[in-house]
């Protein structure tokens, strides 16, 4: 779901709900994601999410930015590896979601990573947005259950995966993870992945009707006798990479998976 009102019945939502809000976040600084909906909706959308600032904002490539969300609400937050946030975008009860790489709860701070494919509301307020902007927040909430994943761990996703797969950098599994995305440009990519330290990730670039996920496939079958896989990103791959990795007799318990987007879709979780 896309849409902010699915938050609304999330208890957690309304727990430290206007934590941080103060009257000089809302009125001196830009505020590119701020909901423009009626004066009702609007009360209680801020009433439920959490404000940040956008501490930092780094251009690593055409269209991936680092983008550091700071701020008193972000302080004293439960947050495991795997969760999403969802951001407000520009207009109505929409939002777009995004993994945070890391969380200082004690500093208040968590990092993103946003690939801006093309030209929707997550693209355009990744692409536009300048240090000291405010945004609007739901989160952090549940998403990509790591529960039981034990390494090794290959992890497999696309250009919206680089951000988990940074998180996982940081974490208990670092030295035991084996990352493998699908790209559409390898030249813009594999850059990017060396500056956020997975240079040595394997990238495998998108052929006409997804005949390179052939070659995927074959590799984590080829790693699949011990490994828990993580699935992550455009939900066709996960679905068909699942499929293989099933008729290999890899059980469900060995795999978590999370579709980020789909053709023609907005908002899957
Ligand atoms: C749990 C979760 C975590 C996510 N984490 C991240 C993250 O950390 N970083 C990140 O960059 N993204 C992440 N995403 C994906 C991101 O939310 C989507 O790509 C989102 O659709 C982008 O919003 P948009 O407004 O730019 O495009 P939308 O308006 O949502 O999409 C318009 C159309 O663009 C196409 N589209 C959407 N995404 C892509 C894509 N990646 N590549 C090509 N075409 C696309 C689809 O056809 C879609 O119908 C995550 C998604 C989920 C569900």
């Known amino acids: 779901m896309d849409s902010l009102s699915s ?32 004066p009702v909706a609007r009360m209680l959308l801020q009433w439920l999410m959490r404000p940040a600032s956008i501490a930092a904002v780094e251009t690593l490539s055409p269209h991936f930015r680092s983008i550091v969300l700071e701020g008193d ?92 797969a940074s998180a996982f950098r940081g974490s208990r599994l670092a030295d035991d993870t084996t990352y493998m995305f699908e790209v559409s440009d ?21 052929s006409a009707e997804d005949a390179h996920l052939a070659a995927v496939e074959a590799e984590l079958l080829r790693l699949a006798a011990s490994a828990h896989f993580v699935l992550t990103g455009k939900a066709s791959s996960i679905q068909r990479i699942g499929r293989a990795l099933r008729a290999a007799n890899v059980a469900r318990s060995r795999m978590s998976a999370k579709a980020y987007w789909a053709p023609g879709k907005t908002g899957l979780d």
């Not at 019945?9 to 009626?38: I, N, V």
């Not at 795997?82 to 990092?111: C, F, H, N, V």
């Not at 390898?186 to 998108?206: D, K, Y």
């Open 73 to 164: 609400a972000l302080k004293g937050l439960a947050w495991t590896m795997g969760q999403k946030i969802q951001i407000a975008m520009g207009s109505g009860l929409s939002a777009r979601t995004y993994t945070p790489m890391s969380w200082d709860t004690e500093k208040g701070r968590t990092k993103l990573l946003a690939f801006a494919h093309g030209d929707g509301p997550g693209s355009r307020w990744a692409s536009g947005l300048r240090e000291g902007d405010l945004c609007w927040f739901f989160g952090p909430r549940r998403s990509l259950d790591l529960s039981a994943a034990k390494a090794p761990i290959i992890l497999f996703g696309d250009e919206t995966s680089f951000g988990i």
């Open 7 to 38: 938050g609304l019945a999330c208890p957690q939502d309304f727990s430290d709900r206007r934590k941080g809000l103060t009257a000089p976040h809302r009125t001196q600084m830009h505020e590119p994601s701020k909901p423009q909906q009626g």
């Open 186 to 206: 390898a030249a813009e990519t594999n850059p990017v992945l060396a500056a956020i330290g997975l240079g040595r990730a394997t990238s495998i670039v998108r």
